[in-house]
């Protein structure tokens, strides 16, 4: 296995006040595996987008339910962390046996969790963002530094740790800036390539902060022949191991239990329903909704056979052709299908293939589009109304302008001069836009006779006109006409009473 050289600065231990001095120092050249960097650093950032992922999710509630999506993000982000320094520390020998303080070792997982679900509490309320941000990455930065050197202090061996302050300070703010950079992206993007930029940053950050502080260390000789007590490092491995799969499985099923919820909260705002068959099997499943939507009760057994028993016979034909047609050419499924009750239902599926290409799922959504569907008849009928009311008015109003070249025609052959013309002319135009007005009042479908006199001779007196007879309706087709011969019969000359 590749090892690389480290070099930890050595104190005997003489010196006055026991300090070390420069000529008392020895270098301790340490072997150290290059698969501990890889494996923590490949820890670290999973550990890091899983929990960036759940604190995203926790943003999209309030209350209790968010408190206990930042709760799960924390614990993920804690444990990655703590996970991360101890694989790490799997490849730190100090020249003799290794052990580790299970209760200081408990401890610091305990603050990493802590710390980080304080900063992931500060980030997720709207208000203030930059201070919160800075705050936020500040106690994770301070979490993270803690959670190593408590870490640290639960090694036992023998030899004796120190610091150099420098570098211990050079670490924590490696990790403030990590921290503060990734709750920044994570906050301000919701994007899967920002998230995992987050997720790489502090995963990196977490990294460096570790080498960082491990750079600071001092190792002093203690007692050869002491034998250290505690966890021996195989089987903290092993416990580093079950909870990372611990976390693992607790991410992603938070994550699809989430999902379900946004996917169910979806379809029954939409009122949907959700189905699915396996095609190997021609097994049908159906959610709650569905179930409703075909009449069902949403807890009675369910079998496919049901659906063409409440279909009309022409769609239960068609389902199941088309059902097949699907399935043979491997395409996605398509249809409205018409229930005995009246209502129709729109049926979509996507395919689901094998790498081989066969069909093996169908899933999709089930909703009620009677009205949807009524409304586009209802539009339908309407566009075809409005068609035939276009080609009618385009004939009426060729007949109209037809009858007023007609009217200007005779009036010129009948009028000696220009005056004449215009009176004459405009007088017939007002008696035919009186014909139009009776005939839009009974929707230019018939007249009255007697409504057609009383309009042209409505400016004679009483005495002077005389209408009897019997009610007689005109086509519509006729009306203008003798509209126009009414016209002409008023406009003459009337001495006395006129009988018709």
Not at 96 to 114: C, H
Not at 131 to 155: D, E, N, T, W
Not at 287 to 312: C, I, Y
Not at 451 to 477: C, K, M, S
């Amino acid at each position: 296995m590749p090892r690389a050289a480290r070099t930890l600065m050595w104190c005997d231990g003489q010196g006055s006040d026991n300090t070390c001095d420069e000529l008392d120092r020895k270098p301790v050249h340490h072997d150290h595996s290059l698969i501990y960097p890889l494996l923590s650093t490949l820890l670290a950032v999973f550990g890091s987008w899983t929990a960036l992922d759940l604190f995203r999710r926790s943003r999209r509630h309030d209350g209790k339910a968010q408190a206990q999506w930042v709760g799960l993000s924390a614990l993920a982000m804690g444990v990655s962390i703590w996970s991360m320094h101890f694989v790490a520390m799997l490849g730190f020998d100090p020249g003799g046996p290794v052990s580790y303080d299970l209760g200081i070792t408990l401890a610091s997982l305990a603050l990493a969790v802590a710390g980080t679900a304080v900063a992931f509490v500060l980030c997720s309320a709207p208000d203030r963002p930059l201070p919160r941000l800075i705050g936020g990455g500040a106690v994770m930065g301070l979490s993270i530094g803690g959670m190593h050197y408590l870490g640290m202090s639960a090694l036992r061996s023998t030899v004796e740790i120190g610091y150099r302050p420098e570098w211990v300070a050079a670490s924590v703010i490696v990790a403030f800036l990590a921290s503060t950079a990734a709750l920044t992206t994570a906050r301000r993007n919701s994007r899967s390539r920002w998230q995992a930029l987050a997720a790489v940053v502090l995963g990196a950050g977490v990294v460096a902060m570790h080498y960082t502080a491990m750079v600071a260390v001092v190792l002093t000789p203690g007692h050869a022949h002491d034998a250290p007590a505690g966890v021996p490092p195989l089987w903290l491995a092993f416990g580093i191991a079950g909870l990372t799969l611990l976390l693992l499985f607790l991410a992603l099923g938070a994550s699809l239990v989430d999902q379900k919820q946004v996917l169910q909260l979806a379809l029954r705002a939409g009122r949907m329903g959700y189905w699915e068959m396996d095609i190997l099997r021609r097994r049908l499943s159906l959610s709650e909704q569905g179930r409703v939507l075909l009449g069902f009760e949403p807890d009675a057994p369910f079998d496919q056979s049901l659906v063409s028993a409440v279909l009309t016979p022409e769609s239960a034909a068609h389902r199941q052709a088309l059902l097949e047609r699907a399935i043979a050419e491997g395409k996605d499924y398509e249809a409205d299908y018409e229930m005995l009750d009246g209502r129709w239902l729109e049926v979509r599926g996507r395919m689901l293939l094998d790498s081989a290409g066969r069909a093996q799922r169908l899933v999709g959504t089930i909703q009620d589009v009677t009205a949807h569907r009524a409304a586009f008849q209802a539009l339908a009928r309407s566009e075809a109304r409005q068609r035939v009311l276009i080609n009618e008015l385009n004939h009426r109003v060729k007949n109209t302008l037809a009858t007023v070249l007609s009217i200007a025609t005779l009036t010129a052959r009948r009028s000696e001069d220009v005056e004449s013309f215009a009176k004459g002319f405009q007088a017939r135009l007002l008696s035919l836009s009186a014909t139009h007005n009776l005939l839009t009042a009974e929707g230019w479908q018939r007249a009255e006779l007697h409504d057609i006199f009383r309009a042209e001779f409505a400016h004679y007196n009483d005495d002077q006109v005389v209408l009897t007879g019997p009610e007689i309706w005109l086509g519509a087709e006729n009306v203008l006409a003798i509209g126009l011969i009414v016209h002409e019969l008023a406009t003459s000359q009337i001495s006395g009473p006129v009988s018709t």
